[in-house]
């Protein structure tokens, strides 16, 4: 079975906008693209399954709240 994480692929022309990465935990983690006019941030998350406890998946939606909110502001 495969490790646990999240990450993104880019395009060799891409990698050049690439502003940073960053990992917030094993379910999260953030792309800054800088564009001419404007920059983008990419969140990608791998949500827990029903089947997990509701401490976790209340830790992650708590989590995702705090990254969205840091991200809106930037």
Same mark, same amino acid.
């Given at each position: 079975?495969?490790?646990?994480?999240?990450?993104?692929?880019?395009?060799?022309?891409?990698?050049?906008?690439?502003?940073?990465?960053?990992?917030?935990?094993?379910?999260?983690?953030?792309?800054?693209? $800088?564009? $001419?006019? %404007?920059?983008?941030?990419?969140?990608?998350?791998?949500?827990?399954?029903?089947?997990?406890?509701?401490?976790?998946?209340? $830790?992650? %939606?708590?989590?995702?709240?705090?990254? %969205?909110?840091?991200?809106?502001?930037?």
């Amino acid at each position: 079975m495969g490790q646990p994480g999240t990450g993104f692929m880019v395009r060799k022309e891409v990698e050049k906008n690439i502003m940073s990465f960053t990992p917030i935990n094993e379910r999260i983690c953030i792309l800054r693209l $800088k564009r $001419k006019f %404007y920059n983008i941030t990419l969140i990608n998350v791998r949500a827990p399954t029903e089947e997990k406890m509701e401490e976790e998946k209340d $830790k992650f %939606y708590d989590d995702l709240q705090e990254v %969205y909110d840091k991200s809106a502001k930037t």
